[in-house]
Structures are given as C-alpha cells and as structure tokens.
C-alpha cells in the first residue's frame, strides 16, 4: 500500500454496506436477547431464520437461474438452450425493452425513433407468435421458467403468451411450474419507463394474477417481488428488507379486501421474492436469514396465518449488476463468485450471478458459461452445500442478523407512515432514498473513503485478455418489422378484434383481467394493441422522478 | 450569473434505467452549471432542445446500441450546431471507440463524477469552481 492507502486504512471507518458500525469483533452479549428465539431454532423450523429446508441443499441444490435475452425470438432461443445444457435448471426470458416495457409495437413511432436499439436487452415478442418461437424445443412442463414480464403493465401479457404457448402444447396449466416478475420495484422506482399505467391498475393486475394462478396454476409463482431493482437502485440491505415488506403488504391487503382467495392461498403467491447480493458477504448472508424470519412473523401477526408451508419464504437472488466494473472485467468473476457464496451462506433457493462482462453489455455466451460455472463449482467444488445455515450461532452473524431485523421494521414503519408502499412509489419518496445513497456512495468513491479494485484504485491492467462486450445481432428490428406485417396479414382479425373489445370491457369492469387476457394472447393480438387499450383504460402513471 | 454554462442531459434509450444520468445531473449542478433534463428523448428532440435550450454541451446517457447516439450527433452537426458531446452509460468498448471517432468523449460505468465534472468545465470553457 502506498503511504495515502495506508493512511486511508488506518483511518477507516469499519461498517456495514448498509451503514451499521462494526466492532471489531462480537460475543454473546452483543445478541440482543430477543432475538435468541429466531436463532436457537433449527433449519426448516418456524421462524425459518436458519433456513428454508432441515437438511439445506443436501435435500435440493438452490436453481441455477440466469437472466437471458436479446435479439429476435429465436436468438434468445438459442441461448436458452446454450445456458441449459451447460447446467442451467431453470430459464428466464427477457424480452425487449423497448417494446415490451412500453407496450408498443415495433412500428410505433417512439420504437421506430431508436431501431437500432431494439433487441439489444431481450427479444422482440409481440404476439404469441414470437413467444412460441422464443419457447421452440425447451421442455416447459419439466423446466421451470420465468416467462419475462418484469414490468407491470407488461406482465399479463407475457404471462397468458407463455400459458397460450402451454396450452397449445396440450399441457395441462395445473401442472406447470414458472414464474413470473410483475415487479414494482423495477417498474416505479429502478426502471421508470416513458409510459405506465399507475400504480393502482398496476396493483389490480398483480392481485388478479394471484387470484388466476390460485385457480388455474396452482405451480405457478404468479408475483415475485423483486426488491433487488430497489437496492441496485440505491436502497441498502435493511432498506430492501423493509420496503419488499411494505410491497408484501399491498399485495396482501389487497387480496384480503377482495376476500377473493384465502390468506394461505395469498401469502403463497407472494412468498417467493427475490433480494440483491452485494460484495458485503456477511451482512447479505444475514439479510436473507433476517428476511426469512420478518416473513413469518409478519404473516403471523399482522394477517393471524397458521400454515408454516407458506410462512417458509423462498429466496431468489441476483447478484448486483451496479458491483460490477467496466474496468478489468475479468475481476468480476471474483465478485460473481463472492457474492454469490453470500446467497449460499444466507440459504437461497434460486440464484443469478451477473455476466462478467454486466458493465460492458448483455452477457456473451462466456460470459453466461462463466456465471453457470461459478455456481456450478460452489455447489460442487466448495463443500458448502453440505452444512444448512453455516453462519448460525456466530455472535457477530447473529447480532448483525438482528440489528438488520430491527432497522428493517423501522423503515418498514416510516414507509407506512408515509402513506404506504404505493405512496412512496407515487411520491417519489423513495426515489429520493435511493438517491441519498447513490450520492453518498459516489462521494466516498471519489473521497477514497470506498475502494474499488481496478476503478479507484490498482487501475494498471496487463490482460492479454480484450473483453470488447456483447454486440447482438442486427436484424431484430427488421425481422419484428416483418412478423407484424405477416401477423396483420394472415391473423384472424374478426377473432382478435373481439379478443381485444372484450379485454377493453374487462379492464373497464372490475372482473379479473387474465381471463380475458389468455382469450386476447390466443386470438393473436399484439402487445401494442393491448398497450393501447391499457392507455386508454388507465392512463398514464406520473413519474415522480425530477432529476 | 449571466454567463453560468448550460448543460443538456438527454437519454437516447427507451431504457428506464436512470441511476447514472441522475448522479451526473446532480454532480453537474452542485459544480456551477445549469443541467436541462429532457430525459428520453429521440433524435430530433435531442437536436431541437439543443436549439431552443441554447446549451454549451450535450450528455447524451446511452442505455442502447450506440447507432442512436450516433445519428443525433450527425443531426446536431446537420444542424450546425458545433457544442461539444459527451456520453455515459453501459458503452462496450467497440462502441466507444465508434462514438469517439464521431468526437463524442465516452465516459463508461466506473468514471468519477470529479472527471466528469472537469471535462465539463473544459469542453463548456468554464473554469473550474474553487470549491465543488
């Protein structure tokens, strides 16, 4: 270290990511007494703190689950496959963000203004159609998948293409295993679109979602809170805790005003969220065995819920995207495998790691290789998989485990004091606490207060090694371009134009949308036309964000 | 007062992604300059704010491929509009050295905001405040 380095050392103020001091090393009485309930029980044991499962990954390995996706339908097809036979067990579709998230059509004028763009961070599917190509060859009644549909307004649609594709196949809905996202994280806070319908239809699509996968997939995981899209947008690791709570509790309230499903029924379909990893090993691994135990003992208390099934939260997690660099990317392997051995030691049961090369594009097919590799050697390599919860019982896991508990319910209290979750989304309070921390972490970069390898500091790189980033291909636009026309030409318009009348009615109405939906996406109508008939049904949400 | 430089921030990327061209926006204005946020904006409206915002320097956040950027820099140029360009965000490095052929100063993930505010100030001809 040179001398400023070991002057910045010296000087260091040791905490958490999140901000929580640390001594510099724990015993017992630094675990508040309350907490010993929650620790001295055992894995797969109400409140779950230790884990989901008694015997851990010795009973079932966690998923390997990579976001994939880019070009025309067939290209992401292509690399599904790729990531599935090199070990992947689950797939998740990404589809084009230009269209998809805006709900247009490849000849709206807004897509037509930024051609080159589309494709390049998922695949273009604009009828089920495109869906059915996307899903060519991959054994969907056996392989659990993630049908795309991140966005909220975009989820029904991507839900009822990849359940027409289902159906179509003659496979019976009941059995089907997937998910979905509909996430309001990625939506209103992390990846604000130019369009969206507002928060309250956005509620009404998620809940009516709940209720059809209730009904119709009882396999299916029809919501999946992502609060990662909140804490890769600047929320910390008890801020995350707290506000994918205060998400819960919508979703939840919402089905208990409807008396539509039972809470057992609706504390299923929300009780599979995923959370953000970063580079803090311990206080993520923590943050996951504290997220466990607020789970239950918010179903307990707060809705009076009995079944410990659904009280047992299943964690999916993605490591984070922003902790990866554009300098030295090769470095990012290391930090793939680092925070990904923080979701092992916090017992998650699906896990992403970014693609290398996450600063620089969409992953390659190496990159991707490499992500499956590094949780193929933490699950085969590493000997972690045989002991659940190896962090249980340390005084500082414990006390930190805690600590993250208590702050998360803090924030989880200021949220609703705030008016709730919704509220703060439509506020823009919450934007203005990621963006608190987005700038206090930038000025400790640039104070020299936070080191990063290869960025702030060890910045000589001798690779032999040019990672130059993903380019994708070039045809997307051209080739939806044509599909559309194709589709105009050869649907059956009668039958669509019925479809989409009936789904106007139904958004109008206050009947639950999907049944409506699955009718449209069969009579081939287009995501635009649907996009069209949300804006005109719901309007357009406010953003509230004013940079 | 009078003279304090104007800085257009534009995303040329139907991508929701805002985190990096809001800290820019922030950083930009705490150093002395005045930042016009258009947000999603397509080519002709990069050129037209440029116009009618009378900027020194346009930021151009590319969450995309970079053929967009491209075109607007072309238009501004068609338009005769000679400020300088910078840009941010996920850029490959093919694509940087594309944008930088055209002129444009890339800064990717990973640059400090401290550099980004002093190549402002040199591309806008604005010296540099005593205190940030």
Redesign the interface.
Request: aromatic share 4%; hydrophobic share 35%.
């Given at each position: 270290m040179s001398d400023s380095g070991q002057e910045r050392w010296s000087k260091k103020q040791w905490k958490t990511f999140s901000g929580i001091p640390l001594k510099s090393h724990y015993g017992p009485e630094d675990v508040p007494e309350a907490h010993r309930h929650g620790s001295g029980s055992s894995p797969g044991q109400a409140p779950f703190l230790r884990g989901a499962y008694p015997k851990g990954y010795r009973t079932k390995p966690w998923r390997i689950f990579q976001l994939s996706g880019f070009g025309k339908p067939e290209d992401e097809n292509e690399r599904i496959k790729f990531l599935l036979s090199h070990g992947e067990t689950g797939f998740l579709m990404e589809h084009d963000?230009?269209t998809a998230?805006?709900m247009y059509n490849v000849d709206h004028p807004?897509?037509v203004?930024?051609r080159?763009?589309v494709g390049?961070?998922g695949a273009v599917m604009q009828s089920v159609r495109d869906i059915r190509i996307c899903l060519d060859g991959i054994p969907i009644e056996s392989t659990y998948g993630h049908a795309g549909g991140a966005v909220v307004q975009h989820a029904p649609f991507a839900l009822a293409g990849y359940w027409t594709v289902a159906r179509q196949r003659g496979l019976d809905l009941e059995r089907l295993p997937g998910t979905g996202q509909s996430d309001f994280f990625l939506t209103y806070l992390?990846?604000?679109?130019?369009q969206q319908v507002p928060t309250g239809p956005g509620l009404r699509f998620n809940v009516d979602i709940m209720e059809f996968c209730d009904q119709y997939l009882p396999r299916w995981v029809p919501v999946s809170i992502a609060a990662y899209n909140g804490a890769?947008?600047?929320l910390n690791a008890y801020q995350e805790l707290g506000v994918l709570f205060a998400n819960a509790v919508e979703y939840l309230d919402e089905a208990q005003r409807r008396g539509s499903m039972s809470m057992e029924a609706a504390a299923r379909a929300v009780g599979g969220v995923s959370f953000r990893l970063t580079l803090d090993v311990i206080e993520e691994a923590c943050k996951l065995r504290a997220a466990r135990k607020m789970w239950y003992d918010l179903l307990a208390e707060r809705y009076g819920v009995t079944n410990e099934k659904v009280m047992n939260l299943r964690i999916h997690c993605v490591t984070s995207g922003?902790m990866m660099?554009?300098?030295q990317p090769l470095n990012n392997i290391v930090r793939g495998t680092l925070m990904g051995l923080a979701g092992v030691l916090g017992g998650v049961q699906s896990l992403g790691v970014s693609g290398y090369?996450e600063?620089?594009?969409v992953p390659s097919e190496h990159a991707h290789q490499m992500s499956v590799r590094i949780q193929q050697i933490l699950q085969h390599e590493s000997n972690l998989c045989a002991v659940v919860d190896p962090l249980g019982g340390s005084h500082y896991a414990e006390a930190l485990t805690a600590e993250l508990i208590e702050r998360a319910w803090e924030f989880f209290e200021e949220i609703q004091e705030s008016g709730g979750f919704l509220a703060c989304l439509d506020s823009g309070w919450l934007h203005a606490r990621a963006?608190e921390n987005?700038?206090a972490d930038?000025d400790a970069?640039?104070s020299g207060e936070r080191t990063?390898v290869?960025?702030?500091d060890f910045t000589h790189d001798d690779t032999p090694f040019?990672?130059?980033?993903?380019?994708?291909v070039d045809d997307a636009f051209e080739v939806a371009t044509e599909r559309l026309q194709e589709l105009w030409r050869t649907r059956d318009g009668k039958a669509a134009g019925a479809a989409l009348r009936n789904l106007e009615k139904t958004c109008r109405s206050d009947a639950n949308i999907m049944p409506a939906m699955m009718e449209a996406l069969d009579a081939e109508v287009t995501l635009g036309e649907i996009g069209d008939c949300f804006r005109e049904v719901f309007g357009d949400w406010d953003t509230p964000?004013t940079? | 007062m009078s003279n304090q430089r104007r800085i257009l921030?534009a995303k040329?990327?139907?991508?929701?992604?805002?985190?990096g061209?809001?800290?820019v926006?922030?950083?930009l204005r705490d150093a002395g300059f005045e930042v016009v946020?258009i947000?999603?904006a397509?080519?002709?409206e990069i050129v037209q704010a440029a116009i009618d915002e009378d900027v020194d320097l346009i930021g151009l956040s590319v969450g995309?491929?970079v053929?967009?950027a491209e075109r607007a820099v072309a238009a501004l140029r068609d338009e005769g509009i000679e400020k300088p360009v910078f840009a941010g965000g996920?850029i490959?490095?093919?694509?940087k050295r594309r944008l930088e052929g055209k002129g444009v100063e890339v800064y990717?993930?990973?640059s400090?905001?401290?550099d980004i505010v002093a190549a402002a100030e040199r591309l806008t001809g604005k010296a540099p405040t005593t205190e940030a």
């Open positions: 963000r230009n998230d805006h807004d897509v203004a930024r080159e763009d390049l961070t992390g990846c604000v679109t130019k890769d947008t600047g922003s660099t554009y300098q090369d600063a620089l594009s963006h987005q700038n930038l970069q640039a990063i290869g960025v702030t040019e990672i130059d980033g993903f380019t994708g964000i940079a | 921030l040329t990327a139907l991508d929701g992604h805002w985190r061209v809001s800290v926006a922030r950083a946020m947000g999603m397509n080519v002709d995309g491929h053929q967009v996920v490959p490095p093919h694509a990717p993930p990973g400090q905001l401290p």
